[in-house]
């Protein structure tokens, strides 16, 4: 088992509405990063955060907004929820001022959009 | 052309077998290559990780990195029912850099 949690695991949203995805790091990780998972597809990152601060985005509209916290948990925002949202979405954490290796993940949150 | 390759699958093997996991990649800046198990309805353990070219070995894994060829794998030996899942191989160009994944590959280990 990673150090890494998520809440919650599972989430039902209807369609426009917004949700709120947290992630604990691990302890001794500065490095939050986020990945959608589609059924059957490989994780497909959707932005990092270093020390607060976001640095780097993959190919995600922005009403997929994150936060980081000083504790460097982090959050992971979605506006105006849509169907093709519906996915597992995965935090994962990692050493510091090593984003993206050896990166850690959590179970995850199913996220269902009806 | 996607930037990592991965054959989905399904493959199917008798305990025992050894089981060769394999991606092809275009981006020559990938530096980091990392091999991910995941079991249904969970997060992605972290198995191998390598840096740049070369072999790792661990346990009943054997990660293969060539970088001229662009070509990963990833070997197990005397497999068994409890490694099936899918594994996905990930690469990155280093730090700050995103994890690029494959599709996954799904194994299927019978006893």
């Known amino acids: 088992e990673t150090g890494v949690t998520q809440s919650p695991t599972h989430l039902i949203k209807t369609r426009g509405q917004q949700v709120t995805l947290r992630c604990s790091s691990q302890?001794?990780?500065?490095?939050v990063s986020w990945y959608q998972q589609a059924l059957g597809q490989g994780p497909q990152f959707i932005f990092q955060?270093?020390?607060?601060?976001?640095?780097g985005r993959g190919n995600f509209p922005p009403r997929f907004s994150g936060l980081q916290f000083p504790n460097y948990s982090s959050e992971l925002n979605v506006n105006a929820l849509e169907l093709d949202d519906s996915a597992l979405y995965l935090c994962?954490?990692?050493?510091?001022?090593?984003?993206?290796?050896?990166?850690?993940f959590g179970q995850g949150t199913r996220l269902t959009v009806v | 052309q996607k930037e990592v390759e991965q054959d989905p699958g399904p493959l199917s093997v008798p305990e025992g077998a050894i089981v060769s996991l394999n991606c092809t990649y275009s981006?020559?800046?990938?530096?980091?290559f990392m091999w991910y198990r995941q079991y249904s309805r969970k997060g992605p353990e972290l198995l191998m990780y390598?840096?740049?070219?070369g072999n790792k070995e661990d346990g009943r894994f054997t990660a293969q990195v060539d970088k001229s060829s662009k070509y990963i794998s990833l070997f197990i030996r005397d497999s068994q029912p409890s490694d099936s899942a899918t594994y996905l191989c990930?690469?990155?160009?280093?730090?700050?850099?995103?994890?690029?994944f494959g599709k996954g590959t799904t194994l299927s280990v019978s006893s």
């Open positions: 994962a954490s990692s050493f510091p001022g090593q984003g993206g290796t050896e990166a850690f």
């Open positions: 302890s001794g990780h500065n490095t």
């Open positions: 955060y270093y020390r607060e601060e976001e640095n």
């Open positions: 981006n020559s800046a990938f530096q980091y």
């Open positions: 390598t840096y740049s070219s």
């Open positions: 990930a690469m990155s160009g280093g730090a700050g850099t995103a994890l690029i």
